[in-house]
């Protein structure tokens, strides 16, 4: 199975702040590599797909990058909004597999 | 546009249950789906695909839930199944029903997921 490990595991920003959440598997898993957000009581909303593709109504302050192993979530711009649970998932190869999640808290 | 789980309850370890899948708003039968289900304190993990019945309807497991999980599909009803036999105490957990999306005909991703249903084991 493909790990992903996450970091930080969590983080305080303020709002503006941009914040860099890094996700890294335990093999190359060529972009095959989504991010999701979560907010407590809902179930997962995908924010990228294929590393750096920006889902449809998904505001342009989210973007990715990354190759081989490592990829990077970044948000420009905090909005208050945006405090929530962030997870990378790989779906290069089943059992796709998710990170253990950055959680993004007001400072 | 929506999923919505069903059939989660209590049952007793080595017992079974069967979780079903709603849809509404879109064309179910155009779609793949999964289930991921994420156990109390725990992470979230991907149970099982099945694909479009265009391309057979093949499915796919978690190798802990292989040979114990099944799931199927009916597109005339827009409804999908869990089934779930041999329930072990460690499958208690909120399951979750998504719509999986390959884009490029090569990157899969889950852009709609359900609610959950909580299936809890236990004697």
């Known amino acids: 199975d493909i790990q992903m490990t996450q970091s930080p595991s969590s983080l305080s920003a303020s709002v503006g702040d941009r914040v860099t959440v890094t996700c890294r598997a335990s093999d190359r898993i060529n972009n095959y590599l989504n991010w999701y957000q979560r907010k407590p009581g809902t179930a997962p909303k995908v924010l990228i797909y294929a590393v750096s593709n920006l889902q449809s109504g998904v505001p342009s302050r989210f973007s990715g990058s990354g190759s081989g192993t490592d990829y990077t979530l970044t948000i420009s711009s905090l909005q208050p909004e945006d405090f929530a649970v962030y997870y990378c998932?790989?779906?290069?190869?089943?059992?796709?597999?998710f990170g253990q999640g950055t959680k993004v808290e007001i400072k | 546009v929506q999923l919505a789980e069903s059939g989660g309850d209590l049952v007793q370890p080595g017992r079974s249950l069967r979780l079903s899948c709603t849809s509404s708003g879109f064309t179910f039968g155009d779609y793949a789906l999964t289930w991921f289900r994420q156990a109390p304190g725990k992470g979230l993990e991907w149970v099982g695909f099945i694909a479009r019945n265009f391309y057979g309807g093949t499915t796919d497991y978690a190798p802990s839930m292989k040979g114990r999980f099944t799931i199927s599909r009916d597109d005339s009803k827009s409804i999908a199944y869990l089934q779930m036999n041999s329930l072990k105490t460690e499958d208690t957990a909120v399951y979750y029903c998504?719509?999986?999306?390959?884009?490029?005909?090569?990157?899969?991703?889950?852009?709609?997921w359900g609610r959950g249903t909580l299936v809890t084991v236990s004697s």
């Open positions: 998932q790989q779906s290069h190869s089943t059992p796709w597999t």
């Open positions: 998504t719509r999986a999306v390959q884009w490029l005909g090569r990157y899969w991703y889950f852009d709609l």
